[in-house]
T-cell receptor, first 109, second 113 residues
Framework: GQQLNQSPQSMFIQEGEDVSMNCTSS?????WLWYKQDPGEGPVLLIA?????ELTSNGRLTAQFGITRKDSFLNISASIPSDVGIYFC?????????FGKGTRLSVIA | DSGVTQTPKHLITATGQRVTLRCSPR?????VYWYQQSLDQGLQFLIQ???????AKGNILERFSAQQFPDLHSELNLSSLELGDSALYFC????????????FGNGTRLTVT
């Protein structure tokens, strides 16, 4: 089946630093989504990408849909303590949505 | 607030028992999805319903079943529970099952003792 390789698995950064994480797959996807999950809550959609090459921003977050349609990255600029959480990528080709295993972000003040 | 409501928030039960988890989708959404999230794992797709009909099935055990009712709420039934079934169970909903991003509820935490 389709699988997403998300990296890194975890990262510790200083407040104010920029963060980059990515997802790759051997399969082609038509849509890439990035979610954030806080402890005890459900994932919340951050950014949705619908076209190869698309670059989309949401505040300090920027995500890109890879030109090959097999990858996507998420950047967070000037991290703050509330950025702590687990970030999931997800790809949609045929239903259902396929999720990566997540990147756990810790921000040190 | 995603608009997706899941009840109960927490559930503690013993092995061998049966439980029902409930989900009310966001208003206007016709499609409901169920996911299982075990400790330090990503989201594993279980099953999807669209307008009352089963649309897609993932790695759902035979001990598990689900349905979507005419009012579009959905229930996930877990029977003959085992310790390994302890997990967070999330419901998500969307308008278009093929294109629309999913909106998630806050989950039901199931603990099997």
């Amino acid at each position: 089946g389709q699988q997403l390789n998300q990296s890194p698995q975890s990262m510790f950064i200083q407040e104010g630093e920029d963060v980059s994480m990515n997802c790759t797959s051997s399969s082609i996807f038509n849509t890439w989504l990035w979610y954030k999950q806080d402890p005890g809550e459900g994932p919340v959609l951050l950014i949705a990408l619908y076209k190869a090459g698309e670059l989309t921003s949401n505040g300090r977050l920027t995500a890109q849909f890879g030109i090959t349609r097999k990858d996507s990255f998420l950047n967070i600029s000037a991290s703050i303590p509330s950025d702590v959480g687990i970030y999931f990528c997800a790809g949609l080709a045929d239903t259902p949505l396929v999720f990566g295993k997540g990147t756990r972000l810790s921000v040190i003040a | 607030d995603s608009g997706v409501t899941q009840t109960p928030k927490h559930l503690i039960t013993a092995t061998g028992q049966r439980v029902t988890l409930r989900c009310s989708p966001r208003s206007g959404d016709l499609s409901v999805y169920w996911y299982q999230q075990s400790l330090d794992q990503g989201l594993q797709f279980l099953i999807q319903y669209y307008n009352g009909e089963e649309r897609a099935k993932g790695n759902i055990l035979e001990r598990f079943s689900a349905q979507q009712f005419p009012d579009l709420h959905s229930e996930l039934n877990l029977s003959s529970l085992e310790l390994g079934d302890s997990a967070l169970y999330f419901c998500a909903s969307s308008v278009d099952p093929d294109l629309e991003p999913l909106h998630f509820g806050n989950g039901t935490r199931l603990t099997v003792t």
